[in-house]
């Protein structure tokens, strides 16, 4: 059986801020537990003006306490913007106010430009050296504590606070093959060294105390609507999105329009391609068809959704209809489509 999970990136959507962004979140959250999903994680980046997840952590505790069972956590935390014992200690405490729910997912890119990297960090003097470093020192203060340890992580030691490492290239892979750590690959939007990845993790992976034999995430963008064509004007916000953000021109995610694609240069085009390679966008069946395909490819124990839609309906009902497609996919008990409406108490407007 294959896992099902959610990436969100809490999208700030053109004509709306973040308090609304937080509030359609929480929102979905609730649904995507109500569905079926696995885990629910959240990502940082800094200086974006169309996602509002900078304060990760913070999110995660929001998006913990309107839920009960699924599991809350980052994809990723961007270690080299955080002291270890920092992160040991935030993810420590959400751990303490939601046992056995929080995810840790690492990463070692900025999550943001350069300018800002310097703003978070005050110094740039690290090498590539110390992201390895970096994740063994916060395994040891999640751990139980030590005789004679010294720095104690309060709360944090003991949790044991389950650690991913994400990557986009064969360094996070073969990190997490060392440390015999679960390893989720951002193939939403790098799919370039998927296959390589892959293989190499699970050639190299060196059981742990953490993890017997490999665990696989991957991402994989979302997108389902009643028909192909619906489910391709929807997507196109997402698209914008990206195009703008590599143009230099990041901002809130923009309401759909008709043939994008057939906008851009050709240099463009062949982006969106190379981008969309894991990509689940159409009706249900063609949404299958396609998820078949990625797990055919890559064995993934586990797939992470990402769904950019700028109507939140739409966006509700894209999960909804994902979760269907998985569902079927493991033989198991088909989600009942409905409007996924929350109710009133639940939902929280800006």
Known sequence: MTKF???????????????????????????????????????EHHNMPGIASSATAVVISHLAGATTSIRVGSGGIMLPNHAPLVVAEQFGTLASLFPGRIDLG??????????TMQALRRSLDSNVEDFPRDV???????????SGQRVVATPGAGTEVPIWILGSSLFGAQLAALLGMPFAFASHFAPTYLDTAIRMYRENFKPSEALSEPHVMIGANLCVAETDDEAQF???????????????????????????????????????????QVSAVGSPETAKQSVESILQRTGADELMFVSAIWDH??????????????????????????????????????
């Open 5 to 43: 999970s959610i990436l969100d990136l809490v999208p700030i959507t053109k004509g709306s801020d973040a308090n609304t962004a937080l509030a359609r979140s929480r929102e979905l959250i609730i649904l995507a537990e109500r569905l079926g999903y696995t885990r629910y994680w959240v990502a």
């Open 106 to 115: 690492l990463g070692r890119a900025p999550g943001t430009d350069g300018l």
């Open 136 to 146: 063994v020192e916060l395994q040891h203060y999640l751990k139980p504590i030590q």
């Open 234 to 276: 929807l997507r196109s916000s997402a698209l914008q999105s990206f195009v703008n953000l590599r143009r230099g021109q990041p901002g809130p995610l923009p309401p759909p329009i008709q043939d994008f694609e057939q906008q851009l240069n050709p240099g463009e085009r062949q982006m969106m391609q190379d981008i969309g």
């Open 313 to 350: 309906d739409k966006r509700l009902k894209s999960y909804t209809l994902g979760a269907s497609v998985m569902n079927q996919i493991n033989n198991a008990p088909a989600c009942p489509i409905e409007e996924p409406r929350i109710t009133t108490d639940e939902r929280i407007t800006a």
